[in-house]
């Protein structure tokens, strides 16, 4: 169906044929080329890295926590906890939305080896960003007073502003830095940054400094550290991937409007991101009790290794996007873009079928109360998956200048979760704010999917699409036979069943019959191997 929407020509891809757009001419959209290939195995090689360094930052985040809380205890962790979230808050305003605008401008500008244009853009990024993080210091020392006072009510939040401040211009810049890696198409460089290099840093620095004496001031003093460290290892990969980006020579490949009127959308976008991020879980604990949030908490961080695997995709997938669309190549667009969602829907079906068969075991290995979310796990898992199946709706919205879409979509989803957990949560506990986020998120990825198609023309699924159907229900009578005939099973056991869910999936698809695109995949799988 790529380029092909059920015998309707899309105006936007007739125009692209017209125009003679290489691949575009080909008369079989399904058919593999060089180029695509090469897209996809780039995108997959990204993908895998991210998915490695966050599993690595898991770890790292897991012990650093456990180190944090038992040096400051329940109270000092609480005031840190405040000062952590209002440097992301002000981080967020003083970036001012740039890191997604220099994804959507500088694939473009490379895409048309214009050097000088991409240099540009990343100069006036920095620049418009530098300057609202000089203004967002100034509001936070001007009302500082009011932040540890009336807002939180915590007086010992005072002395930490400052450092606050200091640590504000780091975090802004590892957004813009982290952005220009994934639009120079290092993306795996920004989750190592951030998910290594930032926390080794934070929890070394720490140590050091409870070493010398201090505790709150210097677990603050280390976060704005660790955003310095992972701010100058992204500038030092970017410098030595693609010099020409730091140090020019510029020129202006695209206006200072044309980039804050992009921005302060994409702004608006990331603070309604972060407000639908914590919904769910902030309506639990005031709707109902701190137990309920705990069990759901851990429902939530199992069922969204789900979301990891769909956003790790989604990060090496962006810059292409740009390069594609604005360059008028619509159908290697809609084909990237239906491979990747069908390698994602391979990689996260097994893992949400297994979900299916052994989800209150996995709970289970958290303690014996945790088996009770089984059911908000299994609700928050088909939302991910939904998730997956749609695939980046929302990236090929931003970066093909449709993201006034994107942002009518957040705010719609953002406004129905928040009235769906008000009704849910009384009446079904941390199962309805399962159900109202899962329910919210699929709401706006469907609408998503069909703004796509009417906007782009671009639709991800044949009818290939059905062998994973048939493969996912084999795969999940396996699972739910083999839960009937055993008992409650440990973590070694829970592992090797996730790896014979994979195999059985991928051989049933194997016995169906395997795509050109799954070949190549094991082609470079077995290529790395040897």
């Known amino acids: ?72 205890g329940a ?53 418009l960003a530098v300057a609202a993080t000089a203004v967002t210091i100034a509001i936070l020392l001007l009302g500082r007073n009011v932040l540890a006072g009336t807002i939180f009510n915590e007086p010992r939040l005072l002395p930490l502003v400052p450092i606050i401040a200091l640590g504000i211009l780091p975090a802004a810049l590892i957004k813009i830095y982290g952005f220009t890696l994934r639009a120079i198409r290092q993306a795996s460089q920004e989750t190592f940054c951030l998910e290594v290099v930032f926390k ?9 400094l409870f070493a010398a004496g201090f505790k709150l001031v210097g677990a603050t003093w280390a976060l704005a550290a660790s955003y310095a460290a992972a701010t100058g290892a992204m500038a030092f990969i970017i410098y030595r991937r693609a010099p020409y980006i730091m140090r020019g020579p510029r020129t202006a490949g695209v206006s200072y409007r044309t980039l804050l009127s992009f921005s302060v959308t994409m ?45 790790g995709f989604n990060s090496a997938f962006a810059p292409f996007v740009s390069e594609l669309y604005h360059n008028k190549r619509h159908r290697e667009l809609s084909n990237l873009y239906s491979s990747l969602t069908r390698t994602v829907l391979i990689i996260v079906t097994p893992a949400f079928i297994w979900m299916i068969g052994f989800g209150d075991d996995a709970l289970r290995l958290f303690g014996s109360e945790f088996p009770a979310g089984y059911a908000a796990l299994v609700v928050l898992g088909a939302g991910a998956l939904t998730r997956s199946a749609v695939g980046s709706v929302g990236m090929l919205l931003l970066q093909s200048g449709h993201q006034k879409y994107n942002a009518f979509n957040i705010v719609a989803v953002t406004a129905s979760n928040i009235v769906l957990n008000l ?9 309805g704010a399962a159900i109202a986020t899962s329910v919210a998120l699929a709401a706006i990825n469907v609408v998503g999917l069909i ?45 090797g069943i996730l790896a014979a869910t994979f195999i059985v999936f991928v051989g049933v698809l194997a016995l169906l019959g395997l795509e050109e695109d799954d070949r190549m995949l094991i082609r470079r799988a077995a290529a790395r191997i040897k």
Not at 282 to 287: E, K, N, P, S, W
């Open 1 to 72: 169906l790529n380029g092909r929407h059920g015998g309707v020509t899309h105006p936007q891809l007739n125009h692209n044929e017209a125009e003679g757009s290489g691949a575009d001419t080909m008369s079989d959209p399904r058919a593999p080329d060089a180029g695509g290939e090469k897209r996809l195995a780039h995108v997959t090689k990204q993908a895998t890295g991210i998915m490695a360094y966050q599993f690595i930052g898991l770890v790292i985040g897991l012990g650093s926590n456990l180190v944090f809380a038992r040096i400051l």
């Open 75 to 127: 109270d000092l962790l609480g005031t840190f906890v405040l000062a952590q979230t209002t440097l992301l808050v002000l981080s967020l305003l003083a970036s001012f939305g740039m890191g997604p605008t220099l994804l959507r401008f500088i694939p473009v500008q490379l895409s048309r080896n214009d050097k000088t244009g991409a240099a540009g853009v990343f100069f006036a990024g920095s620049l």
């Open 200 to 208: 080794v840093a934070k929890l070394a620095i720490f140590l050091a």
């Open 267 to 311: 702004t608006f976008v990331a603070f309604m991101n972060y407000s639908l991020s914590i919904t769910d879980r902030t309506m639990l604990g005031i709707l109902s009790t701190s137990e309920s949030v705990g069990i759901y908490n851990v429902a939530f961080l199992i069922s969204n290794t789900l979301s990891l695997i769909y956003m």
């Open 423 to 431: 009704y849910l949560i009384p009446r079904y506990g941390f199962l």
């Open 451 to 495: 703004e796509v198609r009417v906007l782009l023309g671009i639709w991800p699924y044949r009818l290939s699409y059905l062998k994973l159907v048939l493969a996912g229900a084999v795969a999940l009578a396996g699972n739910l036979a083999l839960r009937a005939s055993t008992p409650h099973l440990g973590v070694y056991a829970l592992i």
